[in-house]
């Protein structure tokens, strides 16, 4: 018995064994066979099989995909799918390949047509890069038939421009495509020792955030966001689409974020052909800001993509970054140009050799030595002979394989040798000898020129197409539209959208983290669901926004220990969600007795009555919570009686103590912030409004609203709007070639839309403008080579003020150069905004 439980065990221990090995030898193959690029060549195996292949067919005419992938198969072991996708996937990435018939798009998602309607070849890139047979190392294909190319002999960072992706066993890689001029720019930097930076670049366009890329490292991250237009107040368009996103994904984000509520539209249009074009039409009540926002919050219009570089080194993943992958790259094509080199001078070595010794064989007659032998070795030796004069004259020793080459030698050719022929030809070779050898020592320059010389042939047409930006960070709950209603039950403590039959809260979006406040002084933040416990007895709730300093909370409470009332005011910047938090001094039976909540930190006036058998003289008395400094919520508070109250009544609303909202311009991402951003506009009152100038002579009129959007390259001046304000602009007339000058005010009152007040007509722009009410400049004209001339001018005096569609009058030619206000502006309202 015991010994059959011993084979059982060794049996088992025998199959384990076994499980790991085969495990390990099959995540080894997927790793290095199937999945993970080389990182020599950029090449995955079915890839380079498939470049092997063409360069085999390669006659200058296009081949049947079909027959592509027959020829592939004798080195591939994996089946013609596979082969099949790879050639379509390299096909449209418009690199090595050219191709004919339908590819397919990437942008909509349209396959290909079936591989026996489609052809292709290597391009002239791929022909100048990737092949040489004599720098190739070779090995046997998978039956032992036929030779296969371990790497191709890339001269170029392939992977790089291509990019990548793979899943394999435990690892997986994610090579984001660059830009194919910028690679060739950063190798020549780097053959230089300069620094360099690649950031991703993608076929479909787009715009794309770098900034956390963290060179393409494990842990970084790309955000990719489509182009987006307003057409007018009710329509956008979506002009591209993110990397990786097609045109259907794209729409259907977009219906399921209708659906949902978190998205109001009315209609979603495809007009996508030879480019992308996605109509939208919004939903009556939302503006084309909040759409975009939205937009980009909620659907595939922005995406993040995560990088993650891992390549075959010496038979082993590696994750590296671009700019080592790079480095490899670069390098690997200068030790390839350097064997090109070598292989080139031993060749032309050759070349001079031989020739060389042919003129003498042929012009000293030396061919005539032989007549009279009748061996082999005779005529060997007679030549030999022959040469033996002229032997100091080579570089390298005379052998007899030269010899027996020269036996070779046709009657022919020798009576028809041309010694002058010859001559030049010895000498064309000597010069490519020099240049050769002189590459050789300068190997650096030679790869640098290399480099230009790609760039010069085949960069036209391959400039970037991703439009590289900071993105706004868009406020998900600011944006989000109100799709859910909330209901409260304040006796028991709950609030919830699914508590239908108690009272009705607010409405909201589903997004919103909500405040609650409790009789016993606790708050509590929590996110909208279905239903949530707060505490018994709430007195208030509301939608929370973090981060605000403005909301202001008044209150009074009484202490349960010490029986003492305290007032306070607080503001709720930044919590722990779901984490109950005091706001009295923690001590039981302590109560809330008042209490509001104040958007724009509101003070107001309260009668505090106390209890008629108190022993206080004064029954009643006011309470100002003006007096009060705004503190956080878990400060104490200030002493308002130690004796009962019996009720606190409000007397008397006040104003806000913080006074304007002080808002700055980000003129990176075209977004209004308080966060400090760019560049301050002022404090403004809820009714004040931004006045923004174009340099194609328009102006809109917005609100303080956050989310709305400004075209920042297109934004001459913003700030402030006052209505009586005079504005002074000048702009370019392109039909008369002159700039003109206006002076008008703000007539036109509709907000969020844009109106022209320069002249129409191709050419024209706002040069300069301001609203300072008598603005002085000095006016520089003339050509830039010469002494410009200058004019100091009163435009006050200059130009009257006139309607806002008027032309205005001329201030000077098209040599305009410089204006400079020379108004002092340093007064308050300058520094606020007021004046620009």
């Known amino acids: 018995m015991s010994d059959e439980l011993n084979q059982e065990g060794a049996h088992a221990n025998h199959v384990s064994d076994m499980y790991q090995s085969w495990f390990l030898d099959y995540a080894s193959y997927v790793i290095l066979e199937r999945a993970v690029p ?71 998602g349209d396959g290909a047509a079936a591989p ?28 032992g038939r036929k030779n296969e190319p371990v790497n191709l002999p890339m001269k170029f960072p392939l992977l790089l421009a291509q990019g990548a992706e793979g899943i394999a066993v435990g690892l997986s890689t994610k090579i984001l495509p660059h830009n194919f001029c910028e690679i060739i720019d950063a190798s020549i930097k780097y053959l230089k020792n300069k620094k360099f930076e690649l950031f991703p670049d993608f076929l479909t366009g787009g715009m794309v955030d770098v900034s956390n890329y963290n060179d393409g490292k ?31 994904n794209l729409i259907e984000s977009i219906v399921k974020a209708n659906d949902s509520g978190k998205i109001k539209i009315k209609k979603v249009t495809d007009n996508t052909a030879a480019e992308v074009e996605v109509e939208i039409q919004l939903a009556t009540g939302v503006t084309p800001d909040q759409t975009i926002d939205a937009l980009y919050a909620f659907t595939h219009c922005e995406v993040s993509i995560s990088p993650n570089i891992c390549v075959i080194i010496d038979d082993k993943p590696r994750f590296i970054t671009a700019t080592e992958l790079l480095k490899i790259s670069t390098d690997s094509t200068k030790e390839l140009l350097k064997k090109e080199l070598e292989i080139k001078l031993r060749e032309l070595e050759d070349n001079w050799h031989y020739s060389s010794l042919e003129k003498i064989f042929i012009e000293k007659r030396i061919y005539r030595n032989i007549e009279e032998e009748e061996t082999w070795e005779g005529v060997i030796s007679a030549i030999d002979k022959g040469l033996k004069p002229y032997k100091k004259l080579f570089f390298r020793e005379i052998t007899q394989e030269d010899i027996v080459r020269l036996t070779e030698i046709k009657i022919k050719r020798i009576s028809k040798f041309d010694s002058f022929k010859a001559d030049e030809h010895i000498k064309q070779v000597e010069k490519n000898l020099e240049d050769t050898k002189h590459h050789l020592a300068h190997l650096t320059e030679f790869a640098i020129a290399y480099f230009e010389d790609l760039l010069k042939t085949f960069g036209k047409g391959r400039e970037r197409k991703t439009e590289i930006k900071i993105f706004d960070t868009i406020q998900v709950a600011e944006i989000a539209i109100i799709n859910t209603k909330l209901y409260i039950n304040r006796e028991e403590g709950f609030i919830g959208t699914g508590l239908k039959k108690d009272e009705l809260l607010l409405e909201c979006s589903d997004v919103d983290q909500i405040i609650a406040f409790t009789r016993e002084g606790k ?22 926004k973090k981060n605000d300093d403005r909301t202001t909370y008044n209150m009074i409470y009484v202490d349960g220990k010490t029986g003492v009332s305290y007032a306070k005011r607080f503001n709720v910047t930044g919590i722990t969600r779901d984490k109950e938090y005091d706001l009295t001094k923690g001590t039981p039976k302590s109560k809330v007795l008042y209490y509001t909540s104040n958007a724009n930190g509101e003070s107001e006036i309260v009668t505090v009555n106390l209890s008629a058998a108190c022993k206080a003289k004064i029954k009643s008395f006011e309470f100002d919570f003006e007096e009060l400094a705004i503190k956080g919520r ?147 004209t003339g050509k830039k080579k010469f002494l410009p001339s200058e004019q100091i001018i009163h435009l006050e005096e200059f130009v009257d003020v006139m309607g806002w569609k008027a032309i205005g009058v001329k201030l000077c030619d098209k040599d305009l150069l410089e204006i400079n206000l020379q108004n002092e502006t340093e007064s308050d309202d300058a520094k606020q905004g007021e004046l620009f």
Request: overall charge positive; aromatic content about 10%.
């Open 634 to 780: 878990s400060s104490m508070g200030n002493q308002v009686t130690k004796y009962p109250i019996k009720n606190i009544k409000l007397k008397q609303k006040g104003t806000s103590s913080l006074g304007g909202k002080k808002i700055w311009y980000d003129d990176v991402v075209g977004r209004l912030n308080i966060e400090e951003k760019g560049m301050y506009l002022g404090s403004f009152a809820e009714d004040d409004k931004i006045l923004t100038f174009y340099n194609d002579g328009s102006y809109t009129l917005n609100t303080t609203e956050l989310s709305n959007r400004f075209d920042a390259e297109k934004v001459v001046m913003i700030g402030k709007f006052k209505p009586d304000a005079v504005v002074t602009s000048v702009y370019f007339d392109a039909e008369k070639k002159q700039f003109n000058v206006k002076r008008f005010k703000i007539e036109t009152l509709t907000m969020n839309t844009r109106f022209q007040f320069i002249k129409e007509g191709e050419g024209n722009y706002l040069e300069w403008v301001t609203n300072i009410p008598s603005p002085i400049i000095k006016l520089k």
């Open 523 to 544: 708050m509590k933040v929590i996110k909208v669901a279905d239903k949530n416990f707060i505490g018994k007895d709430i007195i208030h709730a509301e939608i929370f």
């Open 218 to 248: 494990r842990g970084g991250k790309v955000r990719v966001r489509c182009h987006i237009e307003k057409v007018d107040n009710k329509t956008v368009l979506i002009k591209d689409v993110p990397f990786g996103i097609t045109v259907p």
């Open 116 to 143: 026996r309607y489609i052809e292709t070849r290597l391009s002239k890139f791929a022909l100048a890069v990737a092949f040489n047979a004599k720098t190739t190392d070779w090995q046997l294909s998978y039956d």
């Open 38 to 108: 080389s990182g020599i060549d950029g090449l995955k195996p079915v890839q380079r099989r498939i470049f092997h292949s063409l360069k085999e067919m390669d006659d200058g005419r296009f081949n049947k995909v079909a027959n592509v992938i027959g020829q592939t198969m004798q080195y591939h072991p994996h089946g013609d799918a596979s082969i099949g996708e790879a050639i379509i996937t390299i096909g449209q990435k418009d690199l090595m390949l050219d191709t004919q018939g339908n590819w397919g798009d990437v942008r909509t």
